[in-house]
């Protein structure tokens, strides 16, 4: 999953350049406006064989400028750009479909929460193969 946050993080970035992005907490002092993505949730199921789903749910926190006589508005505008533009997240080739958006609006901050399905195949458990067999014959005479 740290994968798909890396991922979010740098849409995010390219979205809101303006914006600072973390995915490590930052104690104070942070510039605003600013993100904080964050993975609040997770489970896994077993499927077939050796394959499992694994679910992250992501908590985007935005943060606008204190003070900005529209930042009710500006919330809702990041509120509408990310339920348009975090439906696919491009990481390393693969694109991840985000799911289960919702977002609520409390304190002036913007917690936006997005889910992703992650496909995974555990490798093949090695096992020690059979060494050589030698035979050997003995002929009885009677």
């Given amino acids: 999953m740290e994968e798909i946050k890396q991922g979010i993080a740098k849409r995010l970035k390219e979205l809101f350049p303006a914006a600072s992005v973390y995915t490590e907490?930052?104690?104070q002092g942070f510039t605003k406006p600013a993100f904080f993505v964050r993975q609040t949730e997770g489970a896994q199921k077993h499927g077939m064989n050796r394959r499992y789903i694994r679910t992250g749910t992501f908590d985007i926190a935005y943060f606008p400028v204190p003070g900005s006589p529209q930042l009710i508005c500006d919330c809702e505008t990041v509120r509408d750009t990310l339920y348009e533009q975090l439906e696919l997240?491009?990481?390393?080739?693969?694109?991840?479909?985000?799911s289960s958006m919702r977002y609520t609006l409390t304190d002036n901050e913007l917690h936006f929460y997005v889910s992703f399905?992650?496909?995974v195949v555990r490798p093949k458990e090695v096992v020690p193969t059979m060494q050589n067999l030698v035979?050997?014959?003995?002929?009885?005479h009677d």
């Fill in 89 to 98: 997240i491009p990481w390393e080739g693969q694109p991840y479909r985000g």
């Fill in 135 to 140: 035979q050997e014959e003995h002929i009885r």
């Fill in 25 to 27: 907490q930052v104690e």
């Fill in 117 to 119: 399905e992650v496909h």
